[in-house]
């Protein structure tokens, strides 16, 4: 049995401790990271009571559940900061990465957990690959969300609609990831190859962050 | 089989009219090509996740969320191309006509709903009567929308393509080039190309 909540409570005393003791953009960092590590936790417990209501097993409510569930969860510590604090566009940018870190970090941690820490080269393109999808879903929410819209009821529509994208962009990665060999290295690198097409093509070019 | 091909065939189109529509969004700091870029993409990651699960799984998701919702995000992401590109003029809801589109959207979804589930119909229905009543607005105002003509033309087009290939699936007989569903998909598959253009001259003009 794998209790992933006693996981959650041994990575997030200390951050927990540090948010209280820091002033300023540290403990905001910190604390968009531990709402990404709580809402990952949360994500879990959703996405396996659907799958159980849904009568479908654990594989397959990996690409058809827990996507939707987890890229919900994410987007909410997020548009809580955005809505509630008014921030600026580069704290939101950085807000939405620390979430996905946050987030990324602690389903590593349940997947080590899971299946153990003998394979190194596999790990480390898990690590990488689901990092990089997290950070991804994360800045295309983010991104849309300061510079696509410009009114209220078009942010609340692109905002969705953007949140639908990532949705099943998670889970076409979620289903390369679920299959061995060739197919699982392939799924690892969509993400990776993504942000790096943004590093050289797109970040010079558009100059948002 | 056919179904497998016939999505790999929309795959490959949409990549090209993505890969289109990124360059002229980046090249020409377009908001309405970015838009167009996800309107395409949104489409594209919905058939690739349908492919994958045919692929590695054999079969089609067995709850239909994750693609559904790719195809609500296309819809949205094709009303506000339509609304971005000229904001509607609120002379334009004087005309009657355009109702057309949610009364059609609607009289579609008690069909449908008599086939398939509730709730994803009735928001299909709904983003549907949307587009169609954007799409005929612009239509019947050519003088105020003229550079929005085609691509108003193209959205009724598709929004009609989708329902013959819905109504197609309801009356499923062969899995053979001659089930008419796999015409409309094809149709499909042709339109979004044509849609290039009618972004381009919604853009430009």
């Known amino acids: 049995m794998n209790y992933i909540e006693n996981s959650y409570i041994c990575l997030a005393a200390p951050v927990l401790l540090a948010i209280l003791c820091l002033r300023g953009p540290g403990r905001r960092s910190l604390a968009f990271v531990l709402s990404g590590m709580t809402v990952c936790l949360l994500s879990a417990y959703i996405s396996t009571f659907l799958a159980g209501s849904a009568g479908v097993d654990l594989t397959t409510a990996s690409y058809e559940i827990s996507p939707a569930v987890e890229e919900i969860m994410k987007?909410?510590?997020?548009?809580?900061y955005v809505l509630v604090f008014e921030p600026d566009r580069g704290t939101v940018i950085a807000g939405a990465l620390l979430v996905a870190v946050g987030f990324a970090t602690f389903e590593n941690v349940c997947f080590l957990t899971s299946y153990g820490t003998s394979d190194l080269l596999h790990l480390m393109i898990r690590g990488f690959g689901t990092g990089a999808m997290h950070v991804v879903c994360g800045m295309i929410i983010a991104v849309s969300l300061l510079y696509l819209w410009d009114r209220l009821r078009l942010r609340i529509a692109g905002t969705f609609a953007v949140l639908c994208l990532v949705v099943t962009f998670h889970a076409v990665f979620n289903i390369f990831v679920n299959q061995a060999g060739i197919v699982f290295w392939i799924g690892s690198l969509i993400p990776l190859i993504v942000i790096l097409v943004y590093l050289i093509f797109i970040r010079s070019r558009v100059g948002m962050i | 089989m056919i179904e497998s091909i016939e999505n790999a065939l929309q795959i490959i189109v949409l990549l090209i009219c993505s890969g289109i529509a990124l360059y002229r969004a980046i090249a020409n700091h377009s908001q309405t090509w970015v838009l167009a870029f996800l309107f395409f993409g949104s489409w594209l990651l919905g058939d690739i996740y349908w492919l994958v699960c045919l692929l590695f799984y054999g079969q089609t998701p067995q709850i239909s969320i994750v693609s559904d919702l790719s195809w609500y995000g296309s819809y949205i992401f094709l009303y506000l191309l339509l609304y971005h590109s000229s904001a509607p003029?609120?002379?334009?809801?004087?005309?009657?006509?355009?109702?057309?589109?949610?009364?059609?959207?609607?009289?579609?979804?008690?069909?449908?709903?008599?086939?398939?589930?509730?709730?994803?119909?009735?928001?299909?229905?709904?983003l549907m009567g949307l587009l169609l009543f954007a799409a005929l607005s612009r239509k019947i105002d050519r003088k105020r929308y003229q550079n929005q003509q085609f691509l108003s033309g193209m959205i009724l087009l598709f929004c009609l393509l989708e329902y013959g290939l819905w109504t197609a699936s309801c009356f499923w007989k062969t899995d053979t080039l001659s089930n008419p569903y796999y015409w409309f998909d094809f149709l499909l598959t042709v339109s979004f190309v044509f849609f290039l253009p009618a972004i381009k001259k919604a853009v430009t003009e």
């Open chain 1, 75 to 80: 987007s909410l510590p997020l548009l809580f």
């Open chain 2, 89 to 126: 003029d609120k002379d334009s809801r004087k005309h009657r006509l355009p109702w057309l589109g949610p009364v059609f959207a609607a009289g579609m979804a008690v069909f449908f709903i008599t086939q398939g589930e509730l709730l994803s119909n009735l928001i299909y229905a709904s």
